[in-house]
């Protein structure tokens, strides 16, 4: 079990019972019950476990993730009998909702293990020359390597390469438009700029070490597209106050691994600022099939002299209601992500409202372990 699942220690087994071997997707946000070999699981009260009648069903009351440490709670199995019968057998465990103490845990960076400047971005020593192709992108598998591009790059062939090299715009790629059109941008340095434009969009692409600066939004993962060991960060601050700033957009088959994603823009009046360093609107598409494993959530909150301002959740993962699309957000694994606990007062939790929102985790194959803070306080699905 990975550090910040849940365990309750349970003080007496149940006789005759032994862990299910097939486990749903939601058993891995599940609470074991160690010594009575039960699966209760977070979303709801009711598991399973196998016996040599037969599967058993067991309720729980009240579910796990409501009670505080130390809490008895009542576990209640009702076991296949040998004549068609039913025989219930009722067990009281204590404690502890908390981190086990016997798991292996996944290694989580330090903050200044994250992606930053000393491991993102051109490497130091690269000698770039100045780029004179095109800027729009048609021959399959073109490379961009040691260059300094000037201006957008519209990709519209497959396999096109970019790396060690830095692009002063935007680069993107419109699945509806060109659907075999991909790209690969690795060891580089995309700067949108002061002015409004997304750093890299909309899929499928690859980004690996890349360092993202300026514009509105830093990347936008609409469609297929892996963003990796990188850092996106310092949007551009919008003197008319009606942009959004955001860090990271998904949309559907998005893998965000192990980046350090902020959105600093400051707030600007009458409705500038950022919405959050990651974020999953089920307005124009479904949110689904996403994986958030390993990433570090810079907060944004600070004070002015007209009051706290900041981004209200540090991550959105889509199933916000009241959407053309909600309802529909289905397969988001989130694991092993940190939230930076910062920031004025009582809103020190990342964003001013809280670290996140709309995680759907009702839906059984959506996963959510080992979230925490970077005090070590451990994160609920349902905060």
């Known amino acids: ?3 910040g699942a849940m365990t309750l220690q349970d003080d007496t087994p149940i006789p005759g019972l ?5 486990r749903s997707k939601r058993a891995k946000t599940a609470i074991g019950i160690a010594t009575a070999g039960l699966l209760l699981l977070a979303g709801g009260t009711v598991a399973s476990a196998v016996t040599s009648n037969g599967t058993a069903n067991c309720t729980a009351s009240p579910k796990a993730y409501q009670v505080e440490q130390g809490t008895r709670i009542s576990v209640v199995c009702t076991i296949p009998g040998t004549a068609g019968g039913t025989s219930t057998v009722t067990q009281t465990v204590t404690h502890t909702v908390t981190a086990s103490p016997t798991s292996s845990p996944t290694t989580t960076p330090a903050p200044d293990e994250w992606p930053d400047a000393s491991n993102t971005g ?13 800027n729009t992108i048609t ?3 073109t490379v961009i390597d040691g260059k300094t591009v000037t201006g957008d790059l519209d990709i ?11 692009v002063n715009g935007q680069i993107a790629n419109y699945a509806e438009d060109f659907p075999d059109a991909s790209f690969t941008i690795t060891d580089s340095t995309v700067n949108v700029g002061n002015t409004s434009g997304t750093g890299i969009g909309h899929g499928p692409f690859t980004a690996t ?27 551009f601050t919008d003197p008319s106050g009606s942009f959004h700033e955001s860090g990271i957009r998904v949309g559907a088959y998005s893998t965000i691994t192990h980046n350090r994603i902020a959105c600093d823009a400051p707030f600007v009046a009458p409705d500038g600022g950022c919405s959050a360093a990651l974020t999953g609107y089920p307005d124009f598409a479904a949110v689904q099939h996403n994986k958030i494993d390993g990433n570090f959530f810079v907060a944004n909150t600070y004070a002015t002299p007209e009051g ?9 993962f889509g ?3 009241g959407k053309a699309y909600s309802g529909q957000t289905i397969d988001i694994d989130v694991t092993n992500n940190v939230w930076e606990k910062d920031g004025v007062g009582s809103h020190s939790n990342c964003g001013y409202y809280g670290p996140y929102v709309d995680f759907p985790e009702q839906d059984p194959d959506s996963t959510w372990i080992n979230n925490t803070m970077t005090d070590h306080s451990v994160l609920l699905s349902n905060y």
């Open 209 to 235: 070490r890349v360092e993202v600066t300026g514009g509105n939004r830093s990347i936008d993962c609409a469609w297929q597209c892996t963003v990796e060991d990188s850092w996106v960060h310092g949007q």
């Open 122 to 134: 051109v490497p130091a020593g690269t000698l770039l020359t100045a780029y004179t192709g095109p």
């Open 1 to 3: 079990m990975k550090r």
């Open 308 to 316: 706290v301002f900041s981004m209200a959740f540090c991550a959105y």
């Open 139 to 141: 021959v399959n598998g």
């Open 18 to 22: 032994m862990p299910t071997k097939k």
């Open 319 to 321: 199933d916000t209601p």
């Open 156 to 166: 519209e062939a497959s396999n096109v390469i970019i790396k060690n090299s830095v």
